[in-house]
């Protein structure tokens, strides 16, 4: 099984490496104009590259796979910018169907490719690859859904990000540990730090829902594992 080692691969290439200038530069891209597929392009090279580094073991007999999944990514990353634009809906919903669609397409891979996979990834592996997913799952990935949908959540997440990293990563290993119970108390530094700022939490716009689907969010993924 490789899906673990794709989605991990996913998460870095869309959530770590990825700067906000690609993500910004991604979302000019024009069909009709080339010269706007420099930000596309180079996603989807970086891509590929992770793809390949998370299984070394396995380039040789995978790496033309590989490359069609990063085309594919590349492909469903420029169908979301068109939606977006010649649509008038809501940020989120595209996003939400390519990520979707990302996920898809790894599961659609992992079929194609398993008879190539030997020997199998140990469990250890696989297991540091969902570990690794996990993490980055609870803390970029959950900030840049935020901001990514509703800007003006930006400001909110530069001003917490530490602190809501360091609640989402104590709330997963502890779910993850079966003490899920012991996890929301996870946020009661932050809720503190925030009043001892004169900014409370409950009246910093979404600010109680952030706080609530972080830690929905982190027990669900914890207690899954």
């Given at each position: 099984?490789?899906?673990?080692?794709?989605?991990?691969?996913?998460?870095?290439?869309?959530?770590?490496?990825?700067t906000?200038?690609?993500?910004?530069?991604?979302?000019?891209f024009?069909?009709?104009?080339?010269?706007?597929?420099?930000g596309?392009?180079?996603?989807?090279f970086?891509?590929w590259?992770?793809?390949?580094?998370?299984?070394?073991?396995?380039?040789?007999?995978?790496?033309?796979?590989?490359?069609?999944?990063?085309?594919?990514?590349?492909?469903?990353?420029?169908?979301?910018?068109i939606?977006?634009?010649?649509?008038?809906?809501?940020?989120?919903?595209?996003?939400v169907?390519?990520?979707?669609?990302?996920?898809?397409?790894?599961?659609?891979f992992?079929?194609?490719?398993?008879?190539?996979?030997v020997?199998?990834?140990?469990?250890?592996?696989?297991?540091?690859?969902?570990?690794?997913?996990?993490?980055?799952?609870?803390t970029?990935?959950?900030?840049v859904?935020?901001?990514?949908?509703w800007?003006d959540?930006?400001?909110?997440?530069?001003?917490?990000?530490?602190?809501?990293?360091?609640?989402?990563?104590?709330?997963?290993?502890?779910?993850?540990?079966?003490?899920?119970?012991?996890a929301?108390?996870?946020?009661?530094?932050?809720?503190?730090?925030?009043?001892?700022?004169?900014?409370?939490?409950?009246?910093?716009?979404?600010?109680?829902?952030?706080?609530l689907?972080?830690?929905?969010?982190?027990?669900?993924?914890g207690?899954?594992l």
């Open positions: 099984m490789i899906a673990p080692h794709l989605i991990f691969a996913h998460l870095l290439a869309d959530y770590i490496l990825q906000n200038w690609l993500a910004e530069r991604k979302g000019q024009v069909v009709r104009e080339i010269h706007s597929w420099d596309l392009l180079l996603h989807g970086m891509v590259l992770v793809a390949l580094a998370v299984l070394p073991a396995y380039i040789n007999d995978l790496w033309p796979y590989l490359t069609l999944l990063a085309i594919v990514h590349t492909i469903q990353d420029g169908a979301k910018v939606i977006s634009n010649r649509f008038n809906i809501h940020p989120f919903y595209p996003y169907l390519d990520q979707i669609g990302h996920l898809i397409t790894i599961f659609i992992q079929a194609l490719v398993a008879d190539l996979l020997p199998a990834p140990s469990m250890t592996e696989i297991s540091l690859m969902i570990l690794g997913s996990s993490l980055v799952a609870v970029r990935f959950y900030e859904t935020w901001w990514a949908n800007m959540m930006f400001s909110y997440f530069r001003q917490w990000w530490l602190w809501s990293y360091a609640e989402r990563i104590v709330m997963f290993l502890l779910s993850a540990a079966n003490l899920w119970l012991l929301p108390l996870a946020v009661l530094p932050r809720i503190f730090a925030a009043q001892r700022r004169g900014e409370p939490i409950w009246q910093q716009k979404r600010g109680m829902l952030e706080l689907l972080g830690i929905a969010f982190s027990v669900i993924l207690f899954a």
